[in-house]
């Protein structure tokens, strides 16, 4: 079963502040993503990646970039952090789009 | 604009009973549909899903029932256990686009002793 591990597991940002989230795969998955859930919303797609070295926007891609330096790694960038930020952030991988996707356990962020 | 919509937004079942939970949607090309559970604390897990060709899918004690005319799916749950509460997602995708899933808000089960 695929490993994909998150960092960190809990964050308190300040407002305007950068936060990066960290995500790691260790099934050698082609595809990761990004989303957040919230209550009333589920699970929202922010950013995905095809592969090292590709970032593509997902539904809500304002205010978040994203970075896939490798085949393991993939962050979520919030260079001005602000309040309506405050979410949970799941990362996912899976081997093709249309294959399971594999959860991480999850970043709790607040943004003060 | 939801395209993918769940309810109830909360069920209470005893436990031996059967949970039923629904989820409509509003795009026709969408032709998968994955349920994930997620408890506390940790990542949703897929569960079961079904293709559009398909109006059922069994697993144990699972079922997804599928009606395509209607744009509705549910799952069943069958002799619910205390173990099965969490939250459970409907989600679609589409074959024919990126594939990529969007959830439905969930529905959160207990399942009491």
């Known amino acids: 079963e695929a490993a994909v591990t998150q960092s960190p597991r809990n964050k308190v940002a300040v407002t305007g502040g950068k936060v990066t989230l960290s995500c790691n795969q260790t099934?050698?998955?082609?595809?990761m993503y990004w989303y957040r859930q919230d209550t009333g919303h589920g699970l929202r797609l922010i950013h995905y990646s095809y592969g090292a070295g590709s970032t593509e926007k997902g539904d809500i891609p304002d205010g978040y970039k994203a970075s896939r330096p490798s085949q393991e790694n993939f962050s979520l960038i919030l260079e001005l952090a602000t309040p309506s930020q405050t979410s949970v952030y799941f990362c996912a991988s899976g081997e093709r789009q249309e294959d399971t996707q594999y959860f991480g356990p999850g970043t709790r962020l607040l943004v003060l | 604009q939801q395209q993918v919509r769940q309810s109830p937004q909360s069920l209470t079942v005893w436990e031996g009973e059967t949970a039923i939970l629904n989820c409509s949607y509003e795009n026709s090309a969408f032709d998968y549909f994955p349920w994930y559970q997620q408890f506390p604390g940790e990542g949703p897990a897929l569960l079961i899903s079904i293709l559009s060709v398909s109006d059922k899918k069994e697993d144990g004690r699972f079922t997804i029932f599928f009606n395509k005319r209607e744009k509705k799916l549910s799952l069943h749950i069958a002799d619910s256990q205390p173990g099965d509460s969490a939250t459970y997602f409907c989600a679609a995708s589409a074959s024919s686009g990126s594939w990529q899933l969007i959830f439905g808000s969930g529905t959160q089960l207990t399942v009491m002793p």
């Open positions: 099934n050698n998955h082609n595809n």
